[in-house]
Every structure is written in C-alpha cells, then in structure tokens.
C-alpha cells in the first residue's frame, strides 16, 4: 500500500467519525462524535424534560454522550422552532409530544416552525393515557362516567373542566366529550399539570382531564375520582378505570405521545442510526422502569410508521379543532 502524508490520514480519519460515534451494535452509524444534544421545550423536572434525561442516559450507554438542553416557552413551540436552526448532522435533536405537530397546526395562527417542511420524525419513545378526574366539589355518589354526564346535565354551575395547557390533547378530549354529551362545557386552561392538580386536590375545579402520570402519587388519598381513560384499552397503570369507550363515549379518545425530531434536511441514513439508538434505548430496563414511574408506556415507532401516524392524527384533529372555535394568536 502506498504511504499517505498524516494530513491526508487524519483527512480520511475524519470522515470516518460519524460512523464511529456510538460504538459497537446497531448504533454504529450514529453520526457526529462529541456530546449531543436533546432539546427539550420544557423547565426541568416535567414529563417531557425527565423523558429526555433517560433517554440521554440510555444513549450514553450506547457510547456517546448527550445532554438535554432545555428552552422552556410558549408550550413547547420555542424549541421546536429551534430545530429548524440546528445543524442537519444528528448533533443535536427535539424531545416533545406530537400534539405540536399534529393539533397545534391547527390552533396557533403563528407557528415559528413548519410541521412538515421543518422537522423529520425520527422515532416515538413513549405514550400517555388521558384520564378524565372529578374532586370533592362533585358530590360523592357521581362514580361513573354516566353519572358525571347526568350530573352537569342538572347543574350549570359544573360544567366546567380544566387541562395542562390550551390547545392541548386533553383540551380537545374534552370538547369532544361536550360534544358526545350534548352538553356545553367551559374549558380552563392552567400553565401546566402541577398547578391544575393542586386545584382539583383542593376541591377548586369540579374536574380535570389530565395525564395517568399526574395521578399516581395521589390515587390513596381519596380526594380524586377517576373517571374514564382516553385510550382503547384500559391503561396499565389503572387497570379499574374503564375507557371512554367502554363507558359508551367513543369518539373520546386519544392519547399523547413523545417522539424524537431532527431537522427536515438530515440525511435518512442518520435518521435510520438514531432510529436505531432510540429502539435500543427503549428495550433498555431502566429507561422502561424510568418511564413507569411518570406513567409513561414505551411504545416504539421508527420514522417512517411514526411520520404516518403524525399525518393521520394531524388530519383527524383539523375537524375536531374547526368545530371548537378555538384558535390562539399568540
């Protein structure tokens, strides 16, 4: 073999990196070496934000470091705008639910990111049941969905729900529940699930349609009843709280999920190694155990069945988003 200067050897080292980056396995292709970044569009210590930590650790075990970098804001919408501003190399991708891309198209008049032009699906990690939840200010004897909807029926005054935010997954739940009733219901959005919870404990909203993982800590101290869930089958986390559907409510359904992003123009080989490291990492013990303590399901989805999954959901809820005559300017 001919020798080569150390110029052109390290030229050619060089471009061998990417390759290299993740180590042995599946994840060999993983591309850029250095540290990685995961951005996340919430404060630390939130559902999406402890999501992306253990997938950062699960990664890391995989060979290369990342690091979650967090730009709270505006529901999420700061730091997918981001994205589209990161380079297209896999150094850097989003942790968030795909209602951004499938429900907030159609509430935010201003997007700062396109939802199709602007960010590549990579993978869905992990999925979360809505759960509808009643207080102490819904007298006692309401214990079932039937009895709710008879309840508001007869009291005005009750027929008020919350969600974590506006223009939210649990939002449209429960416009769709108005809608199956026949009965007009007031939304209220809070700035988050701790805050709305609270307010529920304390009997200062009749009820709430939040996340299973924003009710676990709280299910033996008899302040909260829980209703219906909004997934097709019964979650796992609480096994005696029947669906909207099996409860008669079938167009309420409807669960979160949490994927991974990179920006439009990343090559689909590097889409495929990151796919590849997110599907290690949802086999990874601990990052399942991790996730089941915030009421997560790993539920894994490589790009192209998770991209179809996003077009399909972002149409079903453009219809269900009209009708509700809500829209947001900000």
């Given amino acids: 073999m001919d020798p080569i200067s150390r110029r052109t050897f390290a030229r050619h080292l060089s471009c061998l990196a990417p390759a290299l980056a993740l180590g042995s396995g599946p994840a060999q292709a993983q591309p850029e070496a250095g540290v990685g970044r995961i951005i996340v569009g919430y404060p630390p210590g939130g559902t999406l934000d402890q999501t992306a930590r253990r997938l950062a650790q699960a990664w890391r075990s995989q060979g290369r470091n990342w690091l979650v970098d967090n ?18 190399d896999g150094s850097a991708v989003l942790c968030t639910h795909t209602s951004a891309m499938t429900i907030y198209p159609h509430v935010y008049a201003k997007l700062p990111y396109d939802a199709v032009k602007d960010a590549q ?3 869905l990690l992990a999925s979360a049941t809505c759960v509808l939840a009643v207080s102490a200010a819904v007298p006692a004897q309401v214990k079932t969905l039937a009895d709710y909807v008879k309840w508001i029926g007869g009291n005005e005054a009750g027929r008020t729900y919350a969600s974590p935010a506006a223009g939210s997954l649990a939002q449209f739940l429960g416009y769709r529940l108005s809608q199956a009733a026949g009965i007009a219901l007031t939304h209220v959005a809070y700035r988050g699930s701790a805050p709305a919870v609270q307010d529920l404990l304390g009997a200062q909203i009749p009820a709430y349609i939040g996340f299973v993982g924003d009710f676990l800590q709280y299910l033996a101290g008899g302040k909260l009843r829980l209703l219906a869930v909004s997934s097709e089958q019964r979650s796992r986390f609480l096994k005696d709280v029947p669906t909207f559907s099996e409860q008669g409510f079938g167009t309420v359904s409807g669960v979160e999920s949490y994927g991974i992003y990179a920006p439009a123009s990343i090559p689909q080989h590097t889409v495929a190694a990151l796919a590849q490291a997110t599907q290690a990492a949802s086999r990874d013990q601990a ?14 989805l490589a790009s192209a069945e998770y991209t179809q999954l996003i077009a399909r959901e972002r149409e079903r809820w453009r219809p269900v988003v009209a009708a509700s005559g809500f829209r947001a300017d900000e």
């Fill in 121 to 123: 699906p990579v993978a």
């Fill in 287 to 300: 990052l399942v155990a991790g996730l089941e303590q915030i009421g997560l399901e790993t539920t894994y």
């Fill in 71 to 88: 730009r709270p804001g505006a529901a999420g919408r700061i730091a997918t705008g981001q994205l589209k501003r990161e380079k297209a």
